[in-house]
Nanobody, 127 residues
Framework: VQLQASGGGLVQAGDSLRLSCAASGGNFRTFTLAWFRQAQGKEREFVAAVRGSGGGGTTLYANSVKGRFTISRDNNKSTVDLQMNDLKPEDTSVYYC???????????????????WGQGTQVTVSS
């Protein structure tokens, strides 16, 4: 599956931003879809995921974004979005979408469990 992320930008603290990732190829409904982020000089970290049809569409969030970010998928359009509200300067990162089939729940937050990645989109939050 090929992934194309979009929607990044420069915003102020407290603003909202919506990222989108379009997929092509593969049986989209069966994929676990996730967003990760990587700040400069730091390791890639889990942000949010939504499981595929086998996992009932369950959503998972990092504690740092819970209550502010919402992940959603549209299986008809083969897209996964990340709505980010109340952005903070510490949310500044390059955001990547990822997809993987056959992912067990315990592996959902692990970046090395995903083989399919989008190109990344920069989100910068100024204070």
């Amino acid at each position: 599956v090929q992934l194309q992320a979009s929607g990044g930008g420069l915003v102020q603290a407290g603003d909202s931003l919506r990222l989108s990732c379009a997929a092509s190829g593969g049986n989209f409904r069966t994929f676990t879809l996730a967003w990760f982020r990587q700040a400069q000089g730091k390791e890639r970290e889990f942000v949010a995921a939504v499981r595929g049809s086998g996992g009932g569409g369950t959503t998972l969030y990092a504690n740092s974004v819970k209550g502010r970010f919402t992940i959603s998928r549209d299986n008809n359009k083969s897209t996964v979005d990340l709505q980010m509200n109340d952005l903070k300067p510490e949310d500044t990162s390059v955001y990547y979408c990822a997809a993987q089939r056959g992912l067990i729940l315990s592996s959902t937050r692990l970046h090395n469990a995903y083989n399919n990645w989008g190109q990344g989109t920069q989100v910068t939050v100024s204070s």
